[in-house]
């Protein structure tokens, strides 16, 4: 993604959060989980399924994202916290696709 999207993305998943966690993630923290997302994606097999319709495990994502945080000296971050950042980038990759 490029930076403006990026920004875009940001703004759209701040405004889908619960209130008390619109100021719980900075910027830098909210890129990291949007690229750890899309790594889940790329390396979970999901992307490579025939169907029309693929079914999310919203709680793996989570916790793959927080495994990842925590290896990378990004975290730690609560995976019921990331469930709604996961939920809010799935919302907009929907959107925007």
């Known amino acids: 993604m490029d930076d403006e999207e990026n920004k875009r993305e940001i703004v759209f998943i701040r405004k889908q959060l619960p209130a008390d966690l619109k100021d719980k993630f900075s ?3 909210l890129l990291f989980i949007i690229d750890a997302i ?11 399924s025939d169907s029309d319709e693929v079914d999310i495990d919203m709680e793996a994502v989570s ?5 990842e945080a ?13 469930f709604f950042v996961v939920e809010a980038d799935l919302d907009f990759q929907e959107q925007n696709a």
């Open 70 to 82: 925590k290896e990378e000296g990004e975290g730690p971050f609560d995976p019921e916290e990331v």
């Open 63 to 67: 916790n793959f994202v927080c495994n």
């Open 38 to 48: 899309g790594t889940y994606f790329y390396t979970s097999g999901v992307l490579e």
């Open 27 to 29: 910027d830098e923290q």
